[in-house]
């Protein structure tokens, strides 16, 4: 089976090198091409057997699974690109959520699955979630999933989650991030603790806290409980938490909808308005 990447930028790289070290794949079995072919030449170097592809069209053509991981806005070329490629065997994957399933089969002739990772897979963690097109068959989905759940676990979500979902698992480590660096430097500035040592002793809370939610058994509600003494200090800081955090996360999803509502006018006026503006 060879797996072909058109796009080895942020996520494109990583879902190659987290296929490569999970074993998924071997390098010898990935063809990728870039629109700055020398990012895709740096990976062949780094993975000897990878092969690099010059054009999109060549990559499409020797591919049995295609994963696009370009912009939304550069979908517009990449499928005016492949499509006399495409087969009706091959399954095209797109890692973008703005891109719905039924433009791209609309577009192309194959099988259709979308796919949202996070970069959490690249320590193979955290959820990739999947929808699948009309023409995906079980073998189809078991086959794709089966590489996909090396470096992650793959969770079914309705398309019209999509966003909501990336949200929680795409978007979320950023969200998280942030919340520790402001975290870090609060404890940095106020007490003069080392950086280094905020940064490991809040690094290996999240990792424990993770753990607790998935494999310890906890609900969010139960660990914050359980940690929290009713009139302690804990307790105190949270209730100085949701005062100043009220409100804060409506804001965040309905930011992120509204980003993700202009998104999707923009690509469909790509696709269905070929006189349309491209990045
Ligand atoms: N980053 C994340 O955590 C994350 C998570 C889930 C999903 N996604 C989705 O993944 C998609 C890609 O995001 P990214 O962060 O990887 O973006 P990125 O770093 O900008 O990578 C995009 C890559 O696509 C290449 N490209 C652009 N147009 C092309 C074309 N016509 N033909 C071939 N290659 C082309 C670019 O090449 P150049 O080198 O020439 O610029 C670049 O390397 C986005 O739709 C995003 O929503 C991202």
Redesign the pocket.
């Known amino acids: 089976m060879i797996v072909g990447f ?7 790289s990583i879902l190659i090198e987290s296929m490569i070290k999970t074993q998924a794949l071997h390098p010898g079995q990935i063809v990728a ?4 072919l020398e ?1 895709a030449e740096k990976l062949a170097a780094q993975y000897p057997g990878l092969q690099t592809a010059a054009t ?1 069209r060549e990559a499409a053509s020797r591919s049995d699974i295609l994963f696009l ?4 806005k ?1 979908f517009k ?2 499928i005016d ?1 492949i499509k006399s490629e495409v087969r009706e065997s091959q399954i095209v994957v797109s ?3 703005t891109v719905l399933i039924r433009h791209l089969e609309e577009h192309l002739p194959c099988k259709i699955a979308k796919v ?4 959490t897979n690249y320590v193979c963690s955290g959820a990739t979630l999947t929808m699948y097109g009309s023409r995906m068959a079980q073998e189809d989905i078991f086959m794709l999933e089966k590489l996909l759940r090396h470096m992650s676990k793959p969770v079914a979500v309705s398309e019209e989650y999509t966003r909501i979902c ?1 949200d929680l698992s ?1 978007c979320g480590p950023a969200f998280v991030a942030f919340f520790i660096e402001e975290f870090i430097n609060a404890a940095v500035k106020y007490t003069g603790l080392p950086k280094e040592e905020a940064t490991r002793l809040a690094s290996e809370m999240v990792l424990g806290t993770g753990l607790l939610l998935t494999d310890g058994g906890f609900s969010p509600e139960k660990l914050r409980e359980r940690v929290t003494v009713p009139g302690g200090i804990t307790a105190e800081a949270l209730r100085i938490l949701s005062l100043d955090l009220e409100g804060t996360f409506e804001r965040l999803i309905r930011t992120t909808h509204n980003k993700y509502y202009d998104e999707l006018d923009i690509v469909e006026g790509l696709l269905y308005n070929p006189a349309g503006e491209m990045d």
Do not use: F, L, W, Y
Not at 6 to 12: K, L, Y
Not at 33 to 36: D, L, S, Y
Not at 69 to 72: D, H, L, Q, S, T
């Open positions: 058109i796009g080895t930028g942020s996520m494109g091409a870039n629109r700055t990012k999109n991981c370009v912009k939304p550069q070329e990449v690109d890692i973008t959520s949202i990772p996070s970069i990336s795409s």
